[in-house]
């Protein structure tokens, strides 16, 4: 089955300890992303990637790296996490063409700073 | 910068209304237009997209949507609510950049609920 899968579903840390919120993909998509949903204020872009090894800044990259060493996995990485950065957080994958390609999206994972 | 708009953030409507839910963008040209949905808990599910062509597109679950260029609006209908419908919606608008990939920006939302 076609999907894009995120670990942790849900996720309690405190402030500081790092964490890797893991995103997988099985259809060989080139571009993933990744979006945070806040109340009030919808979805945002944290950043993405185009294909391996190039990722890019979204609209709200502050506090988040990310990497892109295999096509199929995106993990997001909180170094220092602040209360912040609680959130939902949405991974997403589509094609990479010049063209419309539908954009999957994954399960969400729901991240608490205390 | 390109912007979407969706004005309410609630609605409430008995089940077997209509249901109009809007949106409004701001941006040079045209871009894709979408309108994805969010049930309780879950991912977000496409509902139907605008590319170009005829202005009223027929999505999944009994919904369409109507592109009025003029007003810079994508607003979703459905003509006859279910209490299954009850979930937040999310219009979104894809700048159609180049060299290819999806830059979505969303909407706020609007949180739709179903009265029995």
């Known amino acids: 089955e076609a999907q894009v899968t995120q670990n942790p579903r849900y996720l309690i840390t405190v402030t500081g300890k790092k964490l890797t919120v893991t995103c997988s993909q099985n259809m060989n998509h080139e571009y993933m992303s990744w979006y945070r949903q806040d109340p009030g204020l919808g979805l945002r872009q944290i950043y993405y990637?185009?294909?391996?090894?190039?990722?890019d800044k979204g609209d709200v990259p502050e506090g988040y790296k990310v990497s892109r060493k295999e096509k199929r996995n995106f993990p997001l990485i909180l170094e220092s996490p602040s209360p912040n950065q609680t959130s939902l957080y949405f991974c997403?994958?589509?094609?990479?063409?010049?063209?419309?390609?539908?954009?999957?999206f994954g399960p969400g994972t729901r991240l608490t700073v205390l | 910068a390109q912007s979407v708009t969706q004005p309410d953030i609630h609605i409430t409507v008995s089940e077997g209304a209509s249901l109009e839910l809007r949106c409004n963008y701001s941006y040079g040209a045209t871009p894709y237009l979408f309108w994805y949905v969010q049930s309780p808990g879950q991912g977000l599910q496409l509902l139907l997209k605008?590319?170009?062509?005829?202005?009223l597109v027929q999505g999944i679950k009994g919904f369409e949507a109507e592109f009025k260029r003029s007003q810079s609006s994508f607003n979703l209908r459905k003509p006859s609510v279910h209490w299954s419908d009850a979930a937040e919606y999310f219009c979104?608008?894809?700048?159609?950049?180049?060299?290819?990939?999806?830059?979505?920006?969303f909407g706020t939302g609007t949180q739709l609920k179903v009265e029995l």
């Open positions: 997403a994958s589509s094609l990479a063409r010049e063209t419309y390609n539908e954009q999957f």
């Open positions: 605008y590319f170009s062509g005829d202005t």
């Open positions: 979104a608008v894809d700048p159609i950049l180049t060299g290819g990939g999806n830059k979505l920006t």
């Open positions: 990637s185009m294909n391996v090894e190039v990722t």
